[in-house]
């Protein structure tokens, strides 16, 4: 009975120190997935800006040079 009670409390603390690691590592997951994907939506738009800075216009519409 007791060795019994034993075996089901390591169990239950086994089974909640993996989902708290599984958790833990979605969250890295997570965050390292946003962090690569800001860098290159950043690079995307600087490179996109650099190649508009050529054409710039005016408040009439014409191009300036």
Not at 44 to 65: F, L, V
Request: aromatic letters at 8%; charged letters at 25%; proline letters at 0%.
């Amino acid at each position: 009975m007791i060795l019994a009670d034993i075996y089901d409390l390591l169990n239950d603390v086994f089974f909640e120190v993996l989902r708290l690691v599984f958790i833990t590592a979605m969250i890295a997951l997570a965050i390292f997935l946003g962090v690569k994907l800001r860098k290159h939506h950043d690079k995307k738009k600087e490179m996109e800006s650099a190649g508009s800075d050529n054409n710039i216009t005016d408040d009439t519409g014409s191009t300036m040079q």
